[in-house]
């Protein structure tokens, strides 16, 4: 069963925002709580349609089994920046797939002639930050009590890479 990346069709919306929900109830790191997302098809198809966003997703044997968001900027003095967001099915982590999605979106981001990719990842997500690490992402600061999780406040890092 072969790894697909590729950038999201119109076919896929319903199957992605299936896959984000499912995705909502197997962590805490990431901003909705099961339940709370409200992603619609629409919103995918704006995604699909703007040349400065795009999903791409990870897909086996026509089954989407994670996806990284890619948020772009209209503003004229921010347009060479990004912010990725990156969800993967719990039984499929830890396997190379997220340094796969990362770095097909590096590939996208030096299409478009990006500079600079950001991202956020929770203090406690030391999986994540590992990864992004090792992927050259550098820490550049640190939000404090930016997210409640079980009643707790936790923390951000701001991490970024310059291609």
Not at 11 to 24: N, P, T
Not at 113 to 138: D, M, P, Q, S
Request: no cysteine.
């Amino acid at each position: 069963m072969p790894l697909e990346i590729r950038s999201i069709i119109k076919q896929d919306a319903e199957q992605l925002i299936a896959l984000m929900k499912e995705i909502d109830t197997q962590t805490d790191f990431l901003r909705y709580l099961p339940g709370e997302r409200n992603t619609t098809v629409s919103r995918i198809y704006e995604i699909i349609d703007n040349s400065f966003e795009d999903i791409l997703v990870a897909e086996i044997d026509n089954h989407l089994i994670g996806y990284l968001i890619i948020a772009g900027n209209t503003f004229a003095k921010k347009k060479h920046t990004i912010e990725i967001v990156l969800g993967i099915l719990e039984q499929y982590r830890g396997q190379g797939i997220g340094t796969q999605l990362i770095t097909a979106a590096e590939r996208w981001a030096q299409s478009k002639g990006i500079h600079r990719i950001e991202l956020t990842v929770n203090t406690r997500n030391t999986g994540a930050f590992e990864l992004y690490k090792k992927l050259g992402y550098v820490l550049e600061g640190e939000k404090k009590h930016v997210t409640l999780i079980n009643g707790e406040y936790t923390d951000d890092y701001l991490m970024a890479k310059l291609i």
